[in-house]
């Protein structure tokens, strides 16, 4: 089985297109995150909404974007059909969500592949700087 590929964000602060720019070029039109996530297409059923929301909120800040629903959405799908059948689904099906889950950060084995981009932290004395000195 293949390596997984490293993020770029995760290369950049080890140092690796210092060492290698070439490599840091080769990534440069690679797409950023677009926007959020938001609330669950209409067409799903309810339980699947509910698998939707549990997913959204147990995963990280920042790891979902709206490019992402349609692989949420599925992931929520099946977690709602395996629930319903009391995860009496043929294995393929159960393949299908691991991988889903997977490839969200989901597993313990899966969490350190994915980077999420670190936001500031809010600087607690900015309300007593005076702006413009």
Request: net charge positive; glycine share 8%.
């Amino acid at each position: 089985m293949a390596r997984p590929r490293t993020p770029s964000n995760v290369l950049q602060m080890r140092g690796a297109f210092d060492k290698n720019p070439k490599r840091g070029r080769e990534r440069e039109g690679e797409p950023e995150p677009n926007g959020e996530i938001g609330d669950p297409p209409a067409s799903l059923s309810e339980d699947a909404k509910k698998c939707w929301f549990e997913i959204v909120g147990l995963l990280a800040p920042g790891v979902l974007c709206r490019s992402d629903r349609l692989a949420l959405e599925m992931a929520a799908s099946l977690l709602a059909q395996m629930r319903g059948t009391q995860w009496l689904v043929p294995a393929a099906v159960l393949t299908r969500y691991e991988t889903l889950i997977g490839k969200f950060g989901m597993t313990p084995s899966d969490r350190s592949k994915v980077s999420v981009p670190k936001t500031a932290a809010a600087n607690p004395f900015a309300k007593l700087i005076k702006k413009g000195k």
